[in-house]
């Protein structure tokens, strides 16, 4: 009787424990993604594509994939989330003249990962 008691306890006070475990680590996913990278457009300044991405041109993936290299792509800045590559071309005076968002193969994803995919929370 008392395992069945102890059984009860771990279930009332550990299942929502869990549960807001969970929605708190899928709400606060990564920060950059490709949803953000799509608002950028032709024309806006370095200072705006800045601030609609949120950060500095970089890698903010978790090192799964790579900006894409070669000629075609020289003299654009880049950013890269787990879920898209941002390219960019600016002007002398900081005028985005070209914007190109692109997919990312992730081959290995994480479980945390795949979960947010499969919920639509991207």
């Not at 929605?23 to 800045?50: A, C, D, H, W, Y």
């Not at 654009?76 to 193969?105: P, R, S």
């Amino acid at each position: 009787m008392a395992r069945r008691s102890v059984m009860k306890l771990c279930l009332v006070v550990g299942g929502p424990v869990l549960i807001a475990s969970l929605l708190f680590f899928l709400r606060n996913g990564p920060q950059m993604s490709r949803k953000r990278f799509e608002q950028v457009t032709i024309g806006m300044t370095r200072e705006q594509v800045r601030q609609t991405v949120g950060n500095e041109p970089g890698d903010y993936s978790d090192g799964v994939s790579t900006l894409p290299s070669g000629l075609r792509y020289v003299g654009y800045e880049g950013w890269l989330c787990d879920d898209g590559h941002l390219l960019v071309k600016f002007d002398d005076q900081g005028i985005a003249t070209d914007v190109v968002v692109l997919d990312v193969l992730d081959l290995h994803p994480t479980f945390s990962r795949w979960l947010r995919r499969f919920l639509g929370l991207r």
